[in-house]
């Protein structure tokens, strides 16, 4: 597999994130961390059905400790971001919960055979700035708090670092993350029955909102976000990440559930400009990538 491709793959995630307000909206009223017990059930059940054409020997040799980490980094982010907005539910919380992907960016230089330059920064700041028009115009309730932005700031690096570390377990398969999602799915039940009442789908455009996220957005967008993590050009990820707030506000442009406005298409010129400078930065890097 080439980086290009394992790249392409990695921002179909990204694609699949695109829609998760839109049915997460769909899912309303199932609380939080209920839906994402659901959701990562169905994702996990579809990593079984993948598993299952490789042999599920493949996932006897991994250590506990890589599940342990891709545990942690899928119920950790998911924790902290709906506990960041139901302490601070407002737009800045949304605003530094989405640094995740500048942290990819910045962070991935750390990485062994990465070289991080000055244009991903700047594309990445540029592109940062068009995700921060969209997610203040948004608006939000209540008034900021500090421990729901530490939260928030908290659920960026958690993401970054789930991401970035990723590249480091490049010869586990991707397979894992199977594991991961039903392990995640069984900690959103205990979290629930902890945290929530119970509230489960209002009809068949609840139950479908719901298994649309599992088999997309919570479901093979983390497969899909590890292939373009381990083999992938990592630093252009990160930027075109900030395409997710934009496409995400399309999508309800779309279903009617948003007006369109002059903020939105300042937004796309600011995050295509930022992707396409972090593009240019890494065109000349284009390699294949190890594995197949």
């Not at 929530?196 to 649309?212: D, F, Q």
């Not at 093979?220 to 590890?226: L, M, P």
Request: glycine residues 14%.
């Amino acid at each position: 597999m080439t980086r290009g491709k394992a790249t392409a793959i990695g921002f179909t995630a990204v694609l699949m994130w695109a829609l998760l307000a839109l049915f997460t909206i769909g899912s309303a009223p199932v609380p939080p961390f209920l839906l994402n017990a659901i959701c990562f059930g169905i994702g996990g059940l579809i990593g079984l059905v993948w598993t299952a054409r490789q042999g599920f020997g493949v996932l006897k040799g991994i250590s506990w400790k890589v599940y342990a980490f891709g545990t942690i980094g899928l119920f950790g982010y998911h924790f902290l971001y709906f506990t960041a907005f139901r302490i601070a539910p407002t737009a800045e919380t949304g605003l530094i919960a989405y640094l995740w992907p500048l942290f990819i960016v910045l962070f991935s230089g750390l990485l062994p055979g990465e070289r991080l330059g000055a244009l991903h920064v700047i594309g990445a700041l540029i592109a940062f700035a068009g995700a921060a028009l969209i997610v203040l115009a948004r608006g939000g309730e209540g008034g900021a708090s500090l421990p729901g932005l530490l939260l928030g700031f908290a659920c960026a690096v958690t993401w970054a670092a789930y991401s970035v570390l990723s590249r480091r377990l490049g010869d586990v398969p991707t397979e894992s993350v199977t594991v991961f999602c039903l392990a995640t799915a069984a900690l959103s039940v205990v979290a629930h029955l902890a945290l929530e009442e119970t509230i489960w789908p209002n009809g068949a455009l609840g139950w479908a909102s719901v298994l649309a996220l599992g088999i997309g957005p919570v479901g093979a967008a983390f497969f899909t976000w590890d292939i373009g993590m381990k083999k992938g050009d990592i630093q252009l990820l990160g930027v075109a990440s900030y395409a997710a707030p934009l496409l995400s506000t399309l999508a309800l442009v779309a279903a009617g559930i948003t007006p369109a406005t002059g903020t939105l298409a300042l937004a796309a010129v600011l995050i295509a400009g930022g992707a396409a400078l972090a593009a240019r930065a890494s065109a000349g890097k284009v390699t294949p990538a190890s594995g197949a």
